[in-house]
């Protein structure tokens, strides 16, 4: 069975595939398709299994659609590829606000998840690289979505090494 990810869109159920597998060649051509095939190929190639493809794929549906975009924009956002994070932040300027808003407000939970997720990513493998969360790219992104921080002290930026536990330690 497929995971699936299931959130609102527009006030309906979305399902995205967590990933796909399917072979892709690298002379794929999605051009000569009608607008709605296009979109479609588009918002499935961005769940790929191959980091590549996603980046790919989610840099020409932010430009073609916007707001179709704002779902698997926010989902790769929350994994953990910083090439792909990065081409998202220098493209979140294109995403309509008004539905990114709502996007937010239909989906609080999974959208919390999401940033727990990236938190999580975060400390596991960029914290080094980047020792204040609060400077993270990602930090910076979710920020934008106006998503509360599961942990003050991280949210206010505490460097590694400073970081205040979640839990009490008794």
């Known amino acids: 069975m497929e995971d699936l990810i299931s959130v ?8 995205i595939p967590y990933r796909i597998y399917d072979h892709v ?20 190639y961005t769940r790929h299994s191959d980091g590549h493809i996603r980046e790919k794929y989610i840099e020409k549906l932010i430009n ?32 309509d606000r008004t539905a ?20 999580s990513y975060w400390d596991c493998y960029y914290m080094y690289k980047c020792p204040r969360l609060n400077e ?3 930090f910076k992104l ?13 949210k206010q ?4 090494g400073t970081r205040k536990s979640i839990a009490p330690l008794s």
């Open 25 to 44: 060649s690298p002379d794929l051509d999605l051009n000569s398709l009608p607008l709605e095939k296009k979109v479609k190929e588009y918002c499935k």
């Open 8 to 15: 609102k869109y527009d006030g309906k159920e979305l399902l």
């Open 136 to 138: 993270y790219v990602v």
């Open 142 to 154: 979710f920020e934008q979505l106006k998503v509360p921080s599961p942990n003050k002290a991280l």
């Open 64 to 95: 073609l659609e916007p707001k179709v975009a704002i779902p698997y924009a926010i989902q790769l956002a929350s994994e953990y590829v910083l090439e792909i994070i990065e081409v998202i932040f220098k493209q979140f300027n294109k995403l």
């Open 157 to 160: 930026g505490a460097s590694h």
């Open 100 to 119: 990114v808003n709502k996007y937010v407000e239909e989906n609080q939970t999974y959208i919390t998840k999401s940033k727990d997720r990236m938190i």
